[in-house]
Structures are given as C-alpha cells and as structure tokens.
T-cell receptor, first 109, second 114 residues
Framework: QKEVEQDPGPLSVPEGAIVSLNCTYS??????FMWYRQYSRKGPELLMYTYSSGNKEDGRFTAQVDKSSKYISLFIRDSQPSDSATYLCAMNYGQNFVFGPGTRLSVLP | DTEVTQTPKHLVMGMTNKKSLKCEQHMGHRAMYWYKQKAKKPPELMFVYSYEKLSINESVPSRFSPECPNSSLLNLHLHALQPEDSALYLC?????????????FGQGTRLTVV
C-alpha cells in the first residue's frame, strides 16, 4: 500500500464548477499537509498548507483535513481554465516531503 | 519573496559530459533539497541539506554529486549520466528540515541525456 493515494484523473469540469480533489494517507505520523499546483514542465507551486483538522480558506481555494479518517481535500470554487494543471498533495514527514501521484485537472471553457 | 531560482532551465548533455545544476534561494531557509521528477510522476527525493550539511542521500548513484557552498546555494554536479537520467530536476527549500514546514520549489531544470 502506498503511503499517499490520489486519483490520477484526468478530471474534466466546465468553467465555473466546484472542483474537489482528494488524498488519503496511511501513516498517522503525518501532521503537516500541503497542496501544490504544477503546470506542464514547470515546478510545483505551493497553494495551501495546514497542520490541523478542519478547513482553511484562501480565496477560491479551501483545504480540508480529517486526521481521524486520514483524508485531505482541496476545493476550488469558480474554477477557471487557468486552473488546468496537475494537483499534488504532499505531507511533511521528518526531512522529506511525501507526494501523492497527482490529479490532472482540465477546466473547459 | 518566496522564490527559488534554478539554472539552467534546459540542459542537453552527452553521456561523457560533466555539467552542473544550480539553485539559489534568499528566504533564509536552512534546508535545501534536490528532487527528480519523471513525466506524469510525483517528485522523488534525492538529497537533503540541513544547515549546509548533507543529511539525506536517498541511495542516489555517485554520478550525481550534490554540493552546498553556502546557506543560499545548492549545486548538483552531473557526470557520466545515462539516458534514463533524463528528467525534470527540482530544487526546493524550507525553513528547516524538521516537521511542520512547507517546501518551496524552483521551476526546475529539464535535463536530456543523449
């Protein structure tokens, strides 16, 4: 079993839709969670980070963590074509950042 | 400023060449990382430097040699690479190498070995 699971997609939605991206993890030692956006052939860009259960909002993005279920989510409201990218969840553990495999998102105009 | 700068952006090298990748950050971060990313895969950790000392080497072949000249700079020296080493090489930095910290990535160097 992989440490971090994520549906690879591709996920296609119409412009303006609410997008839900999810990761599950198996290691209860993970305490710090991040979401990155990666455009093709570019480096990952940090979108959100959180270390507590509950919701954290930043503009159109909301990160949600449920440690009891070992489940994290990223919601994107009013999705735009410019949101089309691969979204990676990541968890900080010791001196490493463990990544999910990423979900490819396409927002269609 | 949350910028990590990597040079060059693209590199094509032969299997007998020696080249270096460079990374720079001015955020005062004390941990710096090299990751390798193949197409449609997540980044994989190669090396971690903490306070300018190598703290993690993920069993990377010796044809990859990291160097941390100071707290702002990180190099990756390449020698006698193989075509399967072609990938996006990412540098990252974080406040420190402990837990409860987030990493900031550069745009990467796209390496092609011919």
């Amino acid at each position: 079993q992989k440490e971090v699971e994520q549906d690879p997609g591709p996920l296609s939605v119409p412009e303006g839709a609410i997008v839900s991206l999810n990761c599950t993890y198996s290691n209860s030692a993970f305490q710090y969670f991040m979401w990155y956006r990666q455009y093709s052939r570019k480096g990952p860009e940090l979108l959100m980070y959180t270390y507590s259960s509950g919701n954290k909002e930043d503009g159109r993005f909301t990160a949600q963590v449920d440690k009891s279920s070992k489940y994290i989510s990223l919601f994107i409201r009013d999705s735009q074509p410019s949101d089309s990218a691969t979204y990676l969840c990541a968890m900080n553990y010791g001196q490493n950042f463990v990544f999910g495999p990423g979900t490819r998102l396409s927002v269609l105009p | 400023d949350t910028e990590v700068t990597q040079t060059p952006k693209h590199l094509v090298m032969g299997m007998t060449n020696k080249k270096s990748l460079k990374c720079e950050q001015h955020m005062g971060h004390r941990a710096m990382y090299w990751y390798k990313q193949k197409a449609k895969k997540p980044p994989e950790l190669m090396f971690v430097y903490s306070y300018e000392k190598l703290s993690i080497n993920e069993s990377v072949p010796s044809r990859f040699s990291p160097e941390c000249p100071n707290s702002s700079l990180l190099n990756l020296h390449l020698h006698a690479l193989q075509p399967e080493d072609s990938a996006l090489y990412l540098c990252a930095s974080s406040q420190d190498s402990g837990e409860n910290t987030e990493a900031f990535f550069g745009q990467g160097t796209r390496l092609t070995v011919v």
